[in-house]
């Protein structure tokens, strides 16, 4: 599929994606993607979030993809089973382990448990050597779970503005990938 003939719908995590963070470079160069906005960035509320990622695949008329980090990958893992069946793909990148991660903020936690139900939609899960918030085998066990092939980025850290990320070209050429497997 060719990014040009669906809808991407950008889902940022906790705190929102900072200025110049590669999703927020993604929706300006991409004309189909939008950033999905939640009600609250810093206080999440799980039920909100996937009515918001859910409410926003249904108001598009043609294929959509979800692109999404941190605690939106959390939130995917619960949404996926209600989304609706013009979302084709999911691109997950950095999902924090907000079961066993020290690192982990208290606002993540009523975002527990972490769903382990396979996604109904192909998906990749991106995952760094070094993330603070979740370990490489736990990002393993959850593509695992969910059927998402697995892609490691080496010493990426979070994948995020604070370690470096800004355009993430390599992000670009794994989403493209996917979006080649797409139907």
């Known amino acids: 599929m060719k990014i040009s003939e669906c809808d991407i719908l ?22 189909s993607a939008a950033v999905v906005e939640q009600a609250d960035w810093d206080e999440p509320d799980l039920d909100d979030w996937v009515a918001t990622i859910d409410q926003a695949a249904r108001l598009t008329t043609r294929p ?37 991660s ?21 998906s990749m899960l991106v995952a760094s050597t070094n993330d603070p ?24 850290g979070h994948i995020n503005v604070a370690s470096g990320h800004g355009p993430w070209p390599e992000g ?3 989403f493209t990938r996917l979006m080649q497997r797409l139907k």
């Open 133 to 156: 918030l979740c370990t490489i085998d736990r990002a393993v066990e959850f593509a695992t779970c969910w059927g998402s092939d697995f892609h490691l980025a080496g010493e990426a």
């Open 64 to 100: 959509v993809v979800l692109v999404a980090h941190s605690l939106a990958v959390i939130a995917v893992a619960h949404a996926g089973p209600r989304l609706p069946n013009n979302v084709r793909g999911a691109f997950l990148v950095s999902p924090p382990d907000i079961e066993l």
């Open 10 to 31: 950008i889902l940022p995590g906790l705190g929102n994606s900072s200025p110049g963070h590669w999703q927020l470079r993604w929706a300006e160069r991409m004309a």
């Open 102 to 122: 020290s690192a982990a903020p208290e606002e993540t936690y009523g975002f527990r448990p972490i769903l382990r139900d396979p996604l109904p939609f192909p």
């Open 172 to 174: 670009l050429l794994m």
